[in-house]
């Protein structure tokens, strides 16, 4: 047992760093015995339907919500910064030769950026760039931006050509807010290490979009709704559910290392898609989704009733996502669209009071071993007993 830097002890065998205290921050607080996620004193159900996601951003970067005159000075900053460079083209269309996936397109384009960018042109260039990239593997040219559309409306509309509906720009807008930050997770510990090294931002974004990738950080949405598709019908979400659950499979879309109540985040989510689906989706899908959810539910509390396990923030994300048209493909390079404000702001939170960030390691390797020369030494197959 150690004492961190902030006083608090410090399991050193502890697996993935479970219950270390690695940082204070003020933006964001993840209370999972009670199911609630705080943004910058705010409750997330207070702000995500309510915030465009200029307002969010501003927020977490300087502490206070926008007033009218900064707002609208923020929204031009980043409408001025969204027109990728000639650069960042060319790249993107080397990736799509190359048959990347968007996410690994994603993380190419932000490389490309000036280290000493500012982080509004950051922020502008992720939506700018995955909707360009995407339109260049349907052999379609990249949209220009339109200087009369926020960040939301903007992305949808650079995906399309078309001016998005309001209620589909509420519906982005909303998820876009809830995913903004999330405590110290992969991606955002990811960031502030590079960041307590002195790094630049654009180093910084690259390297938490490596972390954002697996799937088993930001790489999951998309097999949630895999599940719902796959059961088809509701009548048959118990059996095939049944069945994934017999043979040991996990049910994507379910449980969450921190919440043991339901994720405050599936809760707004939910209430996006329901809203989203009610003016212009498929209600067929939509209710086969809660009946899948209703039935993985009471089963999990039937096969693991001491896990707790409840729907997470996957399970509406590939819902809400999938109603606005999304391919499953942009699912991670949409979550990184928002994350990146959070990335950010915990870069600049680190830099303000910095020390590097240096954990330990318990070393469990052999000792005492001889060097031996290379004409004296077996093969691992003549020296393994047999």
């Not at 390797?365 to 004296?376: A, D, I, N, S, Y």
Request: aromatic residues 6%; charged residues 20%.
């Amino acid at each position: 047992m150690i004492y961190t830097p902030y006083g608090c002890a410090m399991d050193t065998t502890a697996g993935g760093l479970k219950d270390v205290v690695a940082a204070s921050t003020a933006l964001s607080d993840v209370d999972g015995e009670r199911g609630e996620l705080t943004l910058a004193g705010y409750p997330l159900a207070e702000l995500a339907g309510r915030a465009t996601f200029e307002e969010t951003t501003w927020l977490l970067w300087r502490g206070v919500l926008p007033d009218t005159r900064q707002l609208a000075a923020f929204g031009a900053e980043l409408a001025a910064a969204r027109a990728l460079s000639g650069r960042t083209l060319a790249s993107l269309r080397d990736c799509a030769r190359d048959g990347l996936e968007p996410i690994d397109a994603l993380r190419v384009a932000a490389g490309t950026l000036s280290p000493g960018v500012e982080a509004p042109l950051i922020v502008a260039q992720f939506p700018a760039a995955v909707a360009a990239y995407w339109r260049m593997c349907c052999d379609a040219e990249p949209v220009a931006p339109r200087c009369d559309l926020g960040h939301a409306a903007n992305f949808l509309y650079m995906l399309t050509g078309v001016e998005p509906a309001a209620e589909r720009v509420h519906a982005l807008e909303t998820y876009l807010n809830t995913m903004i930050d999330h405590g110290l997770n992969a991606s955002t510990l990811t960031a502030r290490v590079i960041a307590s090294t002195g790094s630049d931002l654009v180093s910084t974004v690259v390297g938490a979009l490596g972390a954002l990738k697996g799937p088993l950080h930001g790489g999951a949405p998309g097999p949630a709704l895999g599940a719902v598709f796959e059961i088809g019908a509701a009548s048959r979400a118990e059996a095939v559910l049944r069945a994934k659950l017999e043979r040991g499979e996990k049910l994507m879309g379910f449980g969450h290392r921190v919440y043991r109540l339901r994720d405050p985040r599936a809760v707004v989510l939910a209430a996006a898609a329901e809203r989203l689906y009610t003016g212009a989706g498929d209600m067929a899908l939509y209710r086969l989704a809660l009946a899948v959810e209703e039935t993985a539910l009471r089963l999990l509390e039937e096969y693991k009733p001491a896990r707790r396990l409840q729907t997470n923030a996957e399970f509406y994300t590939a819902l809400l996502l999938h109603g606005l048209e999304l391919d499953a493909r942009l699912f991670t390079p949409v979550f990184a669209i928002s994350r990146v404000s959070g990335w950010i702001a915990h870069a600049e939170e680190q830099r303000r009071d910095n020390r590097i960030i240096r954990p330990l390691s318990r070393y469990v390797g052999p000792r005492g071993r001889r060097w031996v020369p290379l004409e004296e030494r077996r093969s691992s197959a003549e020296a393994s007993p047999q």
